[in-house]
């Protein structure tokens, strides 16, 4: 068999790596081929049983495709179809010579002369649909080799198309476990994390956390951030803050509810409606946001006529990165929480202990209250006592409880008693840990040299 002559559309020397991936790969892709084979119009589709659909289109002015012609047909009707089963071939250099071809009424609406597809192919076998382009005019040129380099581009359309796919797939699988709660048919589980004044030794309210029953099993923070990839993180934001609102009733009738909402939630429409005959005096709204805000006027508008009614704003996460630091110049929070990654071992740490204390000279400056998170040790609490912390909550003090319950705990009073037991305690917590140093058992003889 002789081999056909070398084709003056030479397949291209270099690849762009860009084409293998993102959201222009496959259009990237048509519209490369096109150049090269000097084609009016190149096309990917999606065949089904059924029908052809046209998904991608890259075409030349004069195509009735650049004007937005017909993109789904019978799958009978098409080229793609007729390829895909056999009946036309994959090259055709003059669809007139082809019976079948010349009979189909898209050969003449559309303009069809000369025409390759190939199938797109994924990895598990399947066709997807097929890469394909056509010119207005015959074109003899056309030959094997050049048959060869659209499958070539047909391939790299197919991982482009796999990947699409699979990220679909994944952000359906994340919505079909997020409807439960956002159409209310699981309810979302409020707990009630008391905050104490450390200084004055009472109760200064709770802070609602969400927490989640179905699978996986996980951390709140997965379940948000899963609603914010796609798509659905103020839905949740905005579910979780009416579940907040229902545990007021349990809260005594001077403390203070906590509930978190991102900056984009603030600023939805919803969040205003939900708000809607709540006690703003009782009320403070944690903005969670840990990515920078480009645009802090849609925010600062949308909380200004709340704390006008008396809704206190707090800075959730101060310490914890540029963006909280933004947020607390921005917002002028009544309230900044001190991230958990610096109040924990502050008791042994200067650096800790420094940074605490610039919070609490800058809140005492601009009149804001600081509250540690996190508190897990008396050594921690009586520290951060020491450096004019104002408010705290963590294990040590309480694990969150239910909201039926939070009243009772509240009602106990200051854990551990006042702040001289507090202390009492650190310093006997600190010589604990001091006489199990100096008696810490030495490694048996074995494990020494190897």
């Known amino acids: 068999m002789t081999e056909p002559a070398p084709s003056a559309n030479a397949a291209p020397a270099i690849m762009p790596a860009a084409l293998l991936g993102g959201a222009n790969a496959v259009r990237d892709l048509l519209a490369l081929v096109r150049r090269h084979l000097d084609l009016d119009v190149a096309y990917v589709s999606r065949l089904n049983s059924e029908t052809c659909t046209l998904c991608e289109v890259d075409a030349d002015a004069s195509s009735p495709l650049s004007r937005g012609g017909p993109m789904s047909r019978q799958r009978h009707e098409t080229y ?31 303009a069809i002369r000369a025409n390759i597809s190939v199938p ?29 380099v659209v499958k070539l581009f047909a391939h790299l359309a197919s991982l482009s198309i796999e990947a699409e796919l699979t990220a679909d797939r994944a952000a359906r699988e994340k919505r079909d476990r997020l409807e439960p709660y956002l159409s209310g048919r699981t309810p979302l589980t409020m707990m009630l994390q008391p905050v104490w004044d450390v200084t004055a030794e009472v109760p200064f309210g709770a802070e609602a956390l969400c927490r989640f029953s179905g699978e996986p099993k996980r951390g709140p923070d997965k379940w948000f951030a899963e609603a914010g990839e796609v798509g659905l993180g103020a839905q949740l934001e905005l579910a979780a803050v009416r579940r907040a609102l229902e545990t007021l009733p349990y809260l005594p009738q001077d403390s203070l509810l906590m509930i978190n909402a ?12 939900m708000l809607e005959g709540a006690p703003f005096e009782r009320l403070v709204v944690e903005i969670t946001e840990h990515a920078i805000v480009e645009e802090y006027e849609p925010l600062v508008k949308a909380l200004t006529p709340f704390r006008h009614s008396g809704l206190r704003i707090a800075v959730d996460d101060m310490g914890g990165g540029y963006a909280s630091l933004c947020h607390v110049l921005k917002l002028q929070p009544d309230v900044i929480k001190a991230d958990m990654s ?16 610039a919070m609490a000279g800058f809140a005492a400056e601009t009149d804001t209250i600081l509250l540690a998170e996190g508190v897990e040790t ?54 604990d840990n001091a006489l199990g140093a100096l008696h810490f058992p030495a490694a048996p003889a074995s494990a020494a040299g190897g």
């Open 342 to 357: 610096i109040v924990r071992n502050i008791d042994s740490d200067a650096s800790r202990r420094a940074m605490i204390s």
């Open 80 to 110: 793609c179809g007729l390829v895909a089963s056999g009946v036309l071939p994959q090259l055709m250099t003059d669809t007139l010579d082809h019976p079948v071809a010349r009979g189909l009424a898209v050969t003449g609406e559309l």
């Open 378 to 431: 008396a050594p921690e609490l009586s520290t951060l006592l020491n450096l004019g912390v104002d408010l705290a909550q963590g294990y040590f003090l309480s694990r969150p409880v239910a909201a039926e319950t939070i009243g009772d705990t509240i009602d106990s009073g200051l854990p551990h008693g006042g702040r001289a037991a507090i202390d009492a305690i650190a310093e006997t917590t600190r010589q």
């Open 262 to 273: 991102s900056p984009e939630t603030v600023i939805d429409p919803g969040f205003g409606r």
């Open 120 to 148: 797109v192919v994924l990895s598990d076998g399947t066709v997807y649909g097929m890469f394909c382009a056509f010119s207005h005019q015959p074109n003899p040129a056309l030959n094997e080799r050049d048959l060869n």
